[in-house]
């Protein structure tokens, strides 16, 4: 029967006071460790799939849009550009532009996005096939690592995509070519994983098809070189191009502004949008954590009123230990201990609640979006929020001990 | 084995001043200290068991002069070598009886000896009680386990405060031998504090508290 056991057992003997400090301060960690995750885990997201991406240029419209549509493969694309606009962008001896990637958007595969794009789009991600071959031809597919095994792809699967995003049994393209794996990539922990690449031809051979529905045919007459440069077709139409630039962002700003403003397309520069958005979220994000303030402060009270109230009750009961040979400072850390205690059980609790509720929004993120969201990582944050539980717990019980400390046992004890 | 001289004891600001008679209690002695209410009986117990200071005068058990321990040395002594039955009975409510006697015989720093926690309930009747809340017994058993708590450290002194005031004459006969005989197994003094007058035979030594007028009449006036 030390103090530590004591303590817990005077918690435990007053459950429902314990329970709502506990609650409180449960809800208090638990809301600010949930935006600190989030924050994280966007961040985390946003960030690793910069790829060192300076501008992206497609059809005018949202630039938010524009870039999720083409950088993270969230949203629906602005619309197509001609090849012949974005030709100059995709030229390998451009003096300022070290990589431009063309990418042709808008079919899907079972809610995975089919990209249409040239090999150099592995280049942005690092990404490497690490299974099978690069493609060779139109409708050859090479799957990301998660997309492949989420969907149970193998080497020499075939399937036919859907028009649009979403997985409708009715805007498969039945009369299309069927697109057949031939390469899946290994993982990179980035956007790579989640999609499904193929040569930028393939999607025009699926519209082919669909366009020229009664006229077969004409269906299989176009033939592709999927090896050549797309800036060899004149007439045709990709979403948008994704640039990363040889020196400093000067030119990246000058070059954003004349395609802006010279241009029926725009460019966006991904920092700065991802600042924006930071900046919007972060809003929201600042009045959530405000509010965690406000229930941790609230918890501080409850553990706080809970001890203050309890010890007329429990004066018999301290003047007892004292009788009994504890000194002052013993019902001092007797008070600490269930105060402290409360809170830092209080904050783990917490801990675990936002876990879980971040388990919920990564099941969310990752069928709405395809994105994994890591639910089990711990940042040193949250440590620091224990401690600071602790601290919290000290703090709302030190004037309760003192005052338990204090108690006159004569006078108690003899009932006066 | 308890020997004390001129202890004087006064309460703070205009509070009244007492002064005690010098008490001399063998272990085989067992001693009633009798006196109306107002008499400063509990103040007395209170500085025998080390909770009050006394301003003045001397009380030893076993040789050590404890009135001039203060801070933690007087808590640690009171809580090893004296064992304080009080009147209302006190518990840790969380705990069960069994409990209450451990945390006894922790805050005395004593280490944990499960053959001592249950001879002392066996000894007090109290063993098929252990591991109930103290608050679900009857009163006459919650008595019995303070009783068991204030032995369970096996004290040189045993103080208790009106043990019998609320019972009637066979219960206070039955608690008055129980204490006696627990007291002289122990090898303890033992000082009962009562205004219960039906423990005069129980006891060889008895002293009479004055009310506290006369008290200090005979201080003006020697």
């Known amino acids: 029967m030390s103090i530590l056991s004591l303590a817990l057992r005077n918690l435990l003997y007053?459950?429902?006071?314990?329970?709502?400090?506990?609650?409180?301060?449960?809800?208090?960690?638990?809301?600010?460790?949930?935006?600190?995750?989030?924050?994280?885990?966007?961040?985390?997201?946003?960030?690793?799939?910069?790829?060192?991406?300076?501008?992206?240029?497609?059809?005018?419209?949202?630039?938010?849009?524009?870039?999720?549509?083409?950088?993270?493969?969230?949203?629906?694309?602005?619309?197509?550009?001609?090849?012949?606009?974005?030709?100059?962008?995709?030229?390998?001896?451009?003096?300022?532009?070290?990589?431009?990637?063309?990418?042709?958007?808008?079919?899907?595969?079972?809610?995975?996005?089919?990209?249409?794009?040239?090999?150099?789009?592995?280049?942005?991600?690092?990404?490497?096939?690490?299974?099978?071959?690069?493609?060779?031809?139109?409708?050859?597919?090479?799957?990301?690592?998660?997309?492949?095994?989420?969907?149970?792809?193998?080497?020499?699967?075939?399937?036919?995509?859907?028009?649009?995003?979403?997985?409708?049994?009715?805007?498969?393209?039945?009369d299309a070519p069927p697109f057949r794996v031939v390469g899946i990539l290994a993982p990179t922990g980035t956007v790579a994983d989640l999609i499904l690449l193929t040569p930028a031809e393939s999607l025009w051979a699926v519209h082919d098809a669909h366009g020229e529905d009664h006229d077969h045919d004409h269906a299989h007459e176009h033939t592709y070189d999927v090896t050549q440069p797309l800036s060899a077709y004149a007439d045709k139409t990709i979403t948008s191009v994704l640039i990363r630039f040889k020196g400093n962002s000067v030119t990246a700003l000058n070059m954003q502004r004349s395609i802006n403003e010279n241009t029926e397309m725009q460019a966006v520069t991904p920092s700065i949008q991802l600042a924006e958005l930071y900046a919007t979220v972060g809003q929201g994000e600042e009045v959530l954590r405000q509010l965690g303030y406000v229930v941790v402060g609230v918890s501080i009270l409850s553990i706080f009123i809970g001890l203050y109230s309890s010890l007329d009750r429990r004066r018999g009961e301290l003047a007892l230990l004292r009788s009994l040979g504890a000194g002052p400072g013993k019902l001092f850390s007797l008070l600490l201990l269930e105060g402290s205690f409360t809170a830092v059980a209080g904050a783990m609790l917490g801990l675990v609640i936002s876990h879980l509720g971040l388990a919920v929004i990564a099941r969310y993120f990752s069928t709405a979006y395809r994105y994994d969201f890591r639910s089990w990582v711990f940042l040193p944050e949250e440590g620091w929020l224990l401690l600071g539980a602790l601290v919290v717990g000290v703090l709302a019980a030190s004037l309760p001990a003192w005052r338990a400390a204090r108690v006159d046992v004569h006078r108690t004890l003899s009932g006066s | 084995m308890l020997t004390t001289s001129h202890l004087t004891y006064h309460y703070p600001g205009t509070g009244p001043t007492f002064h005690f008679p010098d008490l001399q209690v063998a272990a085989g002695e067992p001693t009633l200290l009798l006196g109306p209410?107002?008499?400063?009986?509990?103040?007395?117990?209170?500085?025998?068991?080390?909770?009050?200071?006394?301003?003045?005068?001397?009380?030893?058990?076993?040789?050590?002069?404890?009135?001039?321990?203060?801070?933690?040395?007087?808590?640690?002594?009171?809580?090893?070598?004296?064992?304080?039955?009080?009147?209302?009975?006190?518990?840790?409510?969380?705990?069960?009886?069994?409990?209450?006697?451990?945390?006894?015989?922790?805050?005395?720093?004593?280490?944990?000896?499960?053959?001592?926690?249950?001879?002392?309930?066996?000894?007090?009747?109290?063993?098929?009680?252990?591991?109930?809340?103290?608050?679900?017994?009857?009163?006459?058993?919650?008595?019995?386990?303070?009783?068991?708590?204030?032995?369970?450290?096996?004290?040189?002194?045993?103080?208790?405060?009106?043990?019998?005031?609320?019972?009637?004459?066979?219960?206070?006969?039955?608690?008055?031998?129980?204490?006696?005989?627990?007291?002289?197994?122990?090898?303890?003094?033992?000082?009962?504090?009562?205004?219960?007058?039906?423990?005069?035979?129980?006891?060889?030594?008895?002293?009479?508290?004055?009310?506290?007028?006369?008290?200090?009449?005979?201080?003006?006036?020697?």
Do not use: C
């Open chain 1, 14 to 174: 007053r459950p429902w006071t314990t329970a709502l400090s506990l609650i409180l301060a449960a809800l208090g960690a638990g809301l600010i460790s949930l935006i600190l995750l989030l924050n994280w885990q966007l961040e985390q997201q946003f960030d690793r799939n910069l790829a060192g991406i300076n501008l992206v240029v497609g059809a005018k419209g949202s630039p938010l849009q524009l870039m999720m549509s083409s950088m993270y493969h969230i949203s629906s694309p602005t619309g197509n550009v001609p090849l012949d606009a974005v030709k100059p962008f995709l030229n390998p001896a451009h003096p300022y532009i070290a990589l431009g990637v063309p990418l042709s958007l808008g079919d899907s595969y079972r809610g995975r996005r089919i990209v249409g794009t040239r090999p150099t789009f592995l280049q942005l991600y690092d990404a490497e096939v690490a299974e099978g071959t690069m493609w060779t031809q139109p409708m050859d597919i090479v799957a990301g690592a998660s997309a492949a095994r989420e969907l149970g792809l193998r080497l020499g699967n075939t399937f036919r995509s859907s028009h649009g995003l979403i997985e409708d049994e009715d805007l498969t393209h039945q």
């Open chain 2, 37 to 222: 209410s107002g008499s400063g009986k509990s103040t007395w117990l209170h500085l025998l068991a080390g909770i009050l200071t006394p301003q003045a005068g001397h009380m030893a058990l076993d040789g050590t002069d404890y009135a001039q321990l203060t801070g933690a040395a007087l808590d640690r002594f009171r809580g090893r070598h004296i064992g304080l039955i009080l009147q209302r009975a006190y518990f840790l409510e969380a705990l069960s009886v069994r409990e209450n006697l451990a945390i006894a015989r922790r805050t005395a720093g004593l280490p944990a000896d499960d053959t001592v926690l249950n001879t002392t309930l066996d000894q007090l009747g109290i063993a098929h009680y252990a591991t109930k809340r103290p608050r679900q017994l009857s009163v006459g058993e919650q008595q019995r386990v303070t009783i068991a708590r204030a032995l369970v450290n096996w004290p040189k002194l045993i103080l208790a405060d009106e043990p019998t005031s609320a019972l009637d004459k066979d219960n206070a006969h039955r608690v008055s031998t129980l204490l006696r005989n627990r007291a002289a197994e122990l090898g303890a003094a033992l000082v009962v504090v009562t205004h219960d007058e039906r423990l005069r035979p129980d006891f060889p030594q008895i002293i009479e508290l004055q009310p506290l007028t006369a008290q200090t009449a005979a201080r003006v006036d020697p």
